[in-house]
């Protein structure tokens, strides 16, 4: 059974940095796709970013030359630095994963964690 705990974020100055990591419990060479969602409130949950298990990576027009997805499979982690912060990034993060490459569709997520930019 795959388990994800995210951790990392917290309150940021507009133009900060943070970095997130989620930690996989179970076989992460298994989870073909990992990923980085987003939920403001009254919003829908938003994809930032994914990456293969080869390390193939997508991201959001919006965090695009800010944001860096990274996995380290002898770590089981998955991180997501975030550079120059800007308060519409305010949201709680939540980590996915697949065994499906390049899904879109993902059966493992975590709990998230929140990310508060104030300007």
């Known amino acids: 059974q795959v388990q994800l705990v995210e951790s990392g974020g917290g309150l940021v100055q507009a133009g900060g940095s943070l970095r997130l990591s989620c930690a996989v419990s179970g076989s992460i060479l298994s989870l073909n796709t990992m990923a980085w969602f987003r939920q403001a409130p009254g919003e829908q949950r938003d994809l930032v970013a994914r990456?293969?298990?080869?390390?193939?990576?997508y991201y959001k027009d919006s965090v695009k030359g800010r944001f860096t997805i990274s996995r380290d499979n002898a770590k089981h982690t998955v991180n997501l630095q975030m550079n120059n912060l800007k308060p519409e990034d305010t949201a709680v993060y939540l980590c996915a994963a697949s065994r499906t490459y390049w899904a879109e569709r993902y059966e493992y997520w975590g709990q998230g964690t929140q990310v508060t930019v104030s300007s």
């Open positions: 990456i293969s298990s080869g390390g193939r990576t």
